[in-house]
């Protein structure tokens, strides 16, 4: 027999419990919060506007604003403290802008943002705190002393018409008295209000915090508009390196024809018409040109084949991205130990399964030609990061999150490994940024080198990770 399941709102109770030291802890620290706050914000925000005749004044109202946005970042760590979702902050710099004295002291009095954060740290957080501290206070002491009335209310006078069952009962049915010791009377009211009070806790303070959230979202996060303004910026640059690394390897690709089958077609035409002459005259030397030609055609056609397996290799489109790591690791001169830890099934979007693999052969390339390394790893895995970023990124698993790939290579070798521009690792980092990707590269002197390439999967396309013993 199976055990029952607990039901949605029982485990949606427990958990609101489980939430209450940490929000109780929060609410009850707010009112000490939002008074300094309003003290400290109030004094230096009106000595400014009031000295705004002198130049001084001006300084003074933007060391105000520089307060409200500490005193807001403080307000953020408490929400995230107090177990709510992390609020993005606005930037504060406009990328690319030099930090100049003048900027420093003006900037703050043209952002709406410091503006909010004054507001929110002066008027909206001390009135929104004030009555969330009253009301949680008030629903602890109603609790706690309700439950606890039966021990400290025998020591109130005796006088029992006004305690709390006289005045409902008098309101009800007036000049009605009840047949029991009013004592009893009143514990027995007080324990029920008090029970009630302790079991609706929970949803108080959930309720307070989220009104803190709530506001803090509003005042205190970046706004849409910025966050599409990023999403653009880094679209564009993402773009910029994808034609970046697709024109490297546009020039790389002509420079190998160049340099391969396009002289071995120049020194065939030579044999041929070289045997074409001496058909006639020494039937000998031509057979040993043609059998020269035949030789140079079979390279040429080898050299070509190599260089379209360089561009999609037919394995890879064939049977997948595992496929083609583990052709990669049986053509390594060096021993390479697989580590796939993902499903043995999985197929990615094809932009993403040719990067990935080009990424790989490049790393083990690499790893054999610098390292001097007697092993290597090869390790993938997918990764779920959620989208607040609350575990690093590309970090750890939530459900609205995105999925990561990740590739890392990692040899015994001598290290050493650094991003520098003409290097392939720079043109490895151009192609994994061009996918929205990070390459990671850890690679002290003396070694090991752990290089790790970690590229976002589009969300239509879910994957799944597996768990390896």
Do not use: C
């Not at 089958?261 to 000998?284: C, G, I, N, W």
């Not at 993902?342 to 790393?363: H, K, M, T």
């Not at 390292?371 to 779920?384: E, F, K, N, P």
């Amino acid at each position: 027999m199976t055990a029952p399941t607990e039901t949605p709102a029982r485990a949606g109770y427990r958990a609101l419990w489980r939430r209450v030291p940490q929000e109780l802890l929060f609410l009850l620290l707010t009112l000490p919060v939002v008074v300094i706050a309003l003290t400290v914000l109030s004094t230096v925000f009106f000595t400014g506007i009031g000295l705004l005749a002198a130049v001084v004044g001006i300084v003074v109202v933007v060391a105000s604003l520089y307060l409200a946005r500490g005193i807001g970042l403080v307000e953020l760590a408490r929400l995230r403290w107090a177990g709510q979702p992390a609020i993005t902050p606005p930037r504060w710099a406009t990328p690319g802008e030099p930090a100049t004295t003048l900027r420093a002291l003006l900037g703050p009095l043209v952002n709406g943002h410091y503006w909010l954060y004054l507001l929110h740290g002066m008027v909206v957080n001390f009135v929104v705190g004030l009555v969330s501290w009253i009301v949680t206070v008030v629903w602890l002491s109603v609790g706690f002393g309700g439950v606890s009335y039966w021990i400290w209310g025998r020591f109130l006078p005796e006088d029992r018409n006004d305690d709390l069952h006289a005045i409902i009962l008098n309101w009800i049915l007036p000049g009605t008295t009840l047949p029991i010791d009013p004592l009893l009377a009143e514990s027995l009211l007080q324990l029920v209000l008090g029970i009630l009070f302790l079991l609706t806790l929970p949803y108080i303070t959930h309720a307070f915090t989220r009104l803190h959230q709530f506001a803090a979202r509003g005042m205190l996060g970046a706004w849409r508009s910025e966050a599409l303004q990023r999403e653009v910026a880094d679209l564009s640059a993402s773009r910029g390196a994808a034609v970046a690394a697709e024109d490297q390897s546009l020039r790389r690709l002509e420079r190998d024809i160049h340099d391969g089958p396009q002289q071995r077609l120049v020194r065939l035409q030579m044999d041929l018409a070289s045997a074409e002459r001496k058909l006639d005259t020494d039937p000998d030397a031509a057979r040993t040109l043609i059998v020269e030609a035949r030789e140079q055609a079979h390279d040429t056609l080898e050299e070509l084949r190599a260089l379209s397996r360089g561009l999609v290799p037919p394995l890879l489109q064939d049977r997948g991205l595992l496929a083609g790591l583990e052709s990669l690791a049986a053509r390594s001169t060096i021993p390479v130990r697989l580590e796939l830890q993902v499903d043995p099934a999985l197929r990615l979007p094809s932009e993403i399964e040719r990067s990935a693999y080009f990424v790989g052969a490049e790393l083990l390339t690499n790893a054999a030609k610098h390292s001097r390394a007697t092993d290597i790893r090869l390790h993938l895995a997918l990764r779920a990061v959620p989208d607040d970023g609350s575990t690093g990124s590309p970090a750890s698993t939530g459900a609205a999150g995105v999925i990561w790939l990740d590739i890392w290579v990692i040899d015994d070798g001598i290290g050493g490994a650094r991003l520098t521009d003409a290097h392939g690792l720079q043109g490895l980092d151009e192609r994994l940024h061009g996918l929205r990707g990070v390459l990671s590269v850890r690679s002290p002197e003396g070694g090991p080198t752990a290089i790790g390439a970690h590229i976002p999967l589009p969300a239509a396309r879910p994957a799944r990770a597996v768990a390896v013993s």
